[in-house]
């Protein structure tokens, strides 16, 4: 019954290693999204998906790269991991803004992202 | 400066108590959300509004555009309540990007 799921949920690597984190929704909406929340809890939108196409690219090293399979599905590969990238990623989707009007977003549980 | 301003960035408040969290932001918008983070971290979306006001149980949110101001309200605060509240806006730009206020971390006292 879950709508947006991330796994995994703890993710503990050691610097120079690569990962994924896999992100799925069941809510049948077109667009996704990865967000960063650093230690400080700020949260920061990283990359938007629509309908398996990239929307919304911040600036992010490009040592992450999203992989949109189809438009339930949005992965987060992370090459090369640094200290500095251990942090919480939240996944989340919605329906793509239509006529002006914007819809809210769902969030995953986060993944917790500890580089040593 | 952040172009989403929240205040204050932390409330302890007794149960029972009226509650207003603020938001305010810099730029254009087309719509505000307000998210609840949960002790756990899990996020849940509160409301997304553009314009007026919107309930939902004890919580009420409500914005002025023209002052680029939205408020969070909890009346009869309850422990239960207690989270970091966090705003976030769509600009006008045109894309669906989510713009993060700091946040308020809430805490209600039995």
């Known amino acids: 019954d879950t709508a947006v799921s991330q796994t995994p949920k703890y993710l503990v690597t050691q610097m120079g290693n690569d990962k994924s984190i896999k992100c799925e929704q069941n809510l049948g909406h077109d667009t996704m999204y990865w967000y960063k929340q650093d230690s400080k809890k700020f949260l920061k939108i990283m990359f938007s998906y629509n309908n398996k196409e990239l929307i919304i690219n911040e600036t992010v090293p490009n040592r992450f790269s999203p992989k949109s399979p189809d438009k339930a599905h949005l992965n987060l590969h992370i090459n090369s991991l640094e200290l500095g990238d251990s942090a919480v990623y939240f996944c989340?989707?919605?329906?793509?803004?239509?006529?002006?009007?914007?819809?809210?977003?769902?969030f995953g549980p986060g993944t917790r992202l500890t580089v040593l | 400066k952040n172009e989403v301003e929240q205040s204050p960035q932390n409330l302890t408040a007794q149960e029972g108590e009226f509650i207003t969290i603020n938001c305010s932001y810099s730029?254009?918008?087309?719509?505000l959300h307000w998210l609840q983070q949960h002790p756990g971290g899990g996020i849940v979306s509160l409301f997304m509004l553009s314009s007026g006001k919107k309930k939902h149980g004890r919580l009420i949110a409500t914005i002025n555009i023209q002052e680029k101001h939205s408020s969070l309200h909890i009346t009869a605060s309850h422990p239960r309540d207690s989270a970091v509240y966090i705003c976030?806006?769509?600009?006008?730009?045109?894309?669906?990007?989510?713009?993060f206020g700091t946040g308020t971390r809430l805490t209600i006292i039995p």
């Open positions: 976030a806006v769509i600009s006008d730009f045109g894309n669906e990007k989510l713009t």
């Open positions: 730029v254009g918008i087309s719509a």
């Open positions: 989340a989707s919605s329906h793509l803004a239509t006529g002006g009007a914007y819809n809210e977003q769902f």
